[in-house]
């Protein structure tokens, strides 16, 4: 079975610095991955999806995530944070069995100050 | 696009009743919808995955007598929570998945409180 895990529980930056979330995944075949926000209050939304092509995909709001396939790992990425991106953060894994059951990292919680 | 609701969002019953909560797709056809439990500071547990028209897969440890899944047309799931318990207090979430995707989109939640 197919396990995900963030590193980082909370992290707290000021505005406008740069922020990279780790995701690491253990699952030997073909993977589809997700990475998933959580603002106060609301549900869960995709961020951004990477199936397959580039490995390097961009999603809503500036965010960006590179997929290595010899590290297995999926890292959120954003140049410059800001205070509205204040919210949950959850990788999420897809086996690519056809199914589209996910599993999901434990979070993590981004604070940003203003 | 890709709305699902949850009714009710928030819920509050006595131990020993039972709840029934809707998860329904609102603009597109879910050929399986998710049902999870998040707990605080904690990751969110998958339950069981419902396809329409056949009976729930749950994952290890959950009681399918206690926690009764339908998911009788492309665009509606229930979750019944059985002879609740204060244990069974939590955010549970749905999510359903197009037909044509491996996406899952996701419900706001519903907050169930059993005292």
């Known amino acids: 079975a197919q396990s995900v895990s963030q590193h980082n529980h909370h992290v707290i930056l000021s505005e406008a610095a740069s922020l990279e979330l780790g995701c690491n995944y253990s699952?030997?075949?073909?993977?589809?991955l997700f990475w998933y926000v959580q603002y106060p209050g609301q549900h869960l939304q995709l961020l951004l999806k990477?199936?397959?092509?580039?490995?390097l995909v961009k999603g809503i709001k500036g965010f960006e995530a590179e997929f290595i396939k010899s590290k297995f790992s999926f890292n959120l990425r954003k140049p410059s944070v800001q205070w509205s991106d204040t919210a949950e953060y959850f990788c999420a894994v897809n086996a690519g069995s056809g199914y589209s059951t996910l599993t999901f990292g434990k979070g993590t919680m981004l604070l940003v100050s203003p | 696009g890709a709305v699902v609701s949850q009714h009710p969002s928030r819920v509050i019953c006595k131990s020993g009743t039972s709840v029934k909560i809707e998860c329904r797709s609102l603009?597109?056809?879910?050929?399986?919808m998710f049902w999870y439990r998040q707990f605080p500071k904690k990751s969110l547990m998958l339950m069981a995955t419902s396809n329409e028209g056949s009976k729930a897969t749950y994952e290890q440890g959950v009681e399918k007598d206690k926690f009764l899944i339908n998911h009788a047309s492309l665009t509606l799931s229930t979750l019944t929570v059985t002879s609740a318990h204060p244990e069974d207090s939590s955010f549970y979430i749905c999510?359903?998945?197009?037909?044509?995707?491996?996406?899952?989109?996701f419900g706001p939640g519903t907050r169930l409180t059993v005292t």
């Open positions: 999510s359903a998945s197009p037909t044509s995707g491996y996406e899952q989109y």
């Open positions: 990477y199936f397959s092509g580039d490995p």
């Open positions: 603009d597109f056809q879910a050929t399986t």
């Open positions: 699952y030997g075949g073909t993977v589809n």
